[in-house]
């Protein structure tokens, strides 16, 4: 989604800004700007419809040695995309750049209007620099931290935002409501950003904006405040990312790297938490006792996308852990609108790479306001949803920098089944009853190697054959299930083939009407109590012509188009292997169909607007 970028000190501000905006392209974005001021107070705006790459040839006509500015990449909400709705946005001397939504914005404009101000977008952010404007104009003294706090008195909605007054070049105002922002600190110079990769290289110093908080940014240093300017102590942080976590060290795309990098991944996530020594799994961010560990009585699982698909897997394996525990597993966007009640003894695992997405933030807070425990499932360190939870989990899978989440899903699943784990030992479950699951999942970085190189050459293959339908079904039994719809979801979001995952015992309920020539299904086939079921789906799709990709880890004689045959010793993980065999198979696609595999068309990496 938008990304935002600051600079204040020595260095050639443009440089540093273009250098961060590319940093966040990775979220998605359809137009990027920047301003940068000189001491006398000129402002050089400029801005580009498309890539950073636009920007950087108008950047190139217009270089400056300014030391002071703010940037953005933009992801079209109020308006097209266009230069014209592109951020920064300009009202007198005020410059503003924001993430978020103004909810109030017309009622704001309409008030602007009447004493006098027109405007240039159909953006909301405009409407806000508007609005700073008629506050900073109309003191005697020019204060951007009073203009800015005074008009986010009045906003309604979530922001991130960073302002620049031209006439006073020595400070930048940055604020955040449900929007993230940190701030990079060095000596003599400031940087800000929305997502702290953009930081990464420049400093590890960091102060996390919380909601509420306005900061000055100066080459001195920062001053905190709240949103009614009273000083607010600052805490800095040491920032864990580095250069490696986000470069693509050799691979074509960002996507393949992170399919590839699933085995080391995954250790750093199991890594001290599965003790195949004594047999138990150990979660140390919980905040649990054992006792209230053991009085666990159902567990809401809430998320968005592929954290909704790994909380629907997870959901089966916790649910066989213990017989004790009840599993309902949510869409955030759903359940944080709808009346809904929760048995007692309810934990809720709050599911996010990002740790930023916005419906899955406020379902936190609605749970918290109920008195509900929330634990975190997060990757994203210092992220908004890791900070905001009771106790959780860091999944630890580094910078997930493409947009279509891979290696995330496969550490949310483990790291939801070691939380059904610990709390199936805390009921008393016995060592065997949990053994199996913590062998498989030391297991399987390993299985996952071994499945990538007997495979990846053979998923390459059928994505070649298939590359050039336009629609398709993925259907799967049981844990399978869950692994055919986020297959779907991967193929979509990437290759732009309509897919749709089913349960495959639903085909007869009504999407077996679809089968037809423009259609290739996907069955994912385990062999086990179910085979014979998902088998005679098969036949059936067979009997209608149609054109179907078996997945198996059965080596009985199977009547498809293309069986794609995996050996493997798991029996209750092998669904996370097929997982990433259909990660593959939709990079593979997306190449094959020319796509923009990292970005693609209209996503955003992480949603921060509902
Ligand atoms: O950062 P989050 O895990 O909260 O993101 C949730 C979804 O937006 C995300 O999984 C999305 O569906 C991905 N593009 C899927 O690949």
């Given at each position: 989604m938008c990304g935002i970028v600051g600079y204040i000190g020595d260095r050639n501000a443009q440089e540093i800004l273009t250098g961060g905006l590319r940093r966040l392209e990775y979220r998605g974005y359809d137009s990027a700007g920047i301003v940068t001021t000189n001491d006398a107070g000129k402002a050089t705006r400029l801005r580009a419809k498309g890539k950073v790459a636009e920007l950087d040839e108008k950047v190139l006509a217009h270089k400056k040695t300014d030391h002071v500015g703010i940037g953005h990449t933009r992801w079209a909400?109020?308006?097209?995309?266009?230069e014209r709705n592109a951020h920064p946005h300009r009202v007198g001397a005020i410059y503003l750049v924001h993430n978020g939504i103004i909810e109030n914005y017309r009622d704001i404009k309409e008030l602007l209007t009447t004493k006098g101000y027109a405007f240039?977008?159909?953006?909301?952010t405009e409407v806000l620099t508007a609005l700073v404007d008629l506050f900073y104009k109309t003191q005697s003294t020019k204060n951007l931290l009073a203009a800015v706090s005074e008009a986010l008195q009045m906003a309604v909605g979530a922001y991130g935002i960073a302002v620049l007054a031209a006439d006073s070049p020595e400070e930048l105002v940055v604020a955040r409501k449900g929007s993230p922002l940190v701030i990079g600190v060095s000596e003599g110079e400031v940087y800000v950003a929305s997502d702290p990769s953009a930081l990464v290289g420049h400093t590890d110093q960091v102060i996390y904006l919380k909601d509420g908080e306005i900061a000055t940014c100066r080459r001195e240093g920062v001053e905190l405040y709240d949103i009614a300017t009273n000083v607010v102590e600052k805490v800095v942080e040491k920032l864990e990312l580095d250069l490696q976590a986000i470069q693509k060290k050799g691979f074509d795309h960002f996507l393949l790297k992170e399919i590839y990098e699933q085995p080391d991944t995954l250790r750093s996530t199991l890594s001290g938490r599965v003790q195949l020594e004594g047999m138990y799994a150990k979660l140390?961010?919980?905040?649990?006792s054992d006792k209230e560990l053991s009085e666990v009585e159902h567990v809401l699982v809430v998320g968005c996308g592929t954290a909704y698909y790994a909380g629907q897997l997870a959901s089966y394996y916790i649910e066989q852990c213990s017989d004790k525990v009840t599993v309902q597993v949510a869409i955030a966007s759903e359940l944080r609108y709808r009346s809904f009640n929760l048995p007692k003894n309810t934990v809720a695992l709050v599911v996010s790479q990002s740790g930023e997405t916005a419906d899955t933030h406020a379902c936190l807070r609605e749970l918290q306001k109920r008195g509900i425990r929330c634990l975190g499932i997060v990757n994203?360190?210092?992220?908004t949803i890791a900070r905001e939870v009771d106790g959780g989990v860091y999944?630890?899978?580094?910078?997930?920098?493409?947009?279509?989440?891979?290696k995330a899903f496969t550490s949310q699943v483990a790291a939801m089944l070691l939380f059904g784990l610990v709390v199936a030992q805390a009921k008393g479950a016995g060592k065997q009853e949990i053994g199996a699951y913590l062998q498989e999942l030391d297991a399987l970085p390993d299985e996952i190697t071994r499945i990538i190189e007997e495979h990846a050459e053979e998923m390459k293959q059928l994505a070649k054959t298939y590359a050039s339908y336009e629609h398709a079904l993925f259907m799967g039994r049981d844990t399978m299930f869950p692994v055919a719809l986020e297959g779907a979801l991967k193929l979509k979001e990437i290759s732009y083939i309509q897919a749709e995952g089913y349960a495959?015992?639903?085909?007869?309920?009504?999407?077996?009407?679809?089968?037809?020539?423009r259609f290739f299904e996907v069955a994912l086939v385990a062999d086990n109590l179910l085979y014979e079921k998902s088998m005679s789906n098969l036949i059936e799709i067979n009997a209608r012509g149609g054109h179907t990709i078996v997945l198996t880890d059965s080596d009985k004689p199977i009547d498809a188009e293309a069986v794609v045959r995996i050996s493997t010793k798991l029996k209750l993980l092998s669904p996370l292997l097929f997982n990433v065999l259909l990660q593959l198979f939709a990079y593979h696609m997306a190449v094959e169909r020319g796509n923009d595999v990292d970005q693609p068309r209209n996503l955003a990496k992480s949603v921060t607007v509902e």
């Open positions: 909400t109020h308006g097209v995309p266009s240039n977008s159909d953006t909301d140390g961010g919980l905040n649990m994203a360190v210092g992220s999944v630890h899978v580094g910078a997930e920098i493409s947009v279509a989440s891979t495959a015992g639903e085909l007869k309920h009504g999407p077996i009407a679809l089968v037809d020539d």
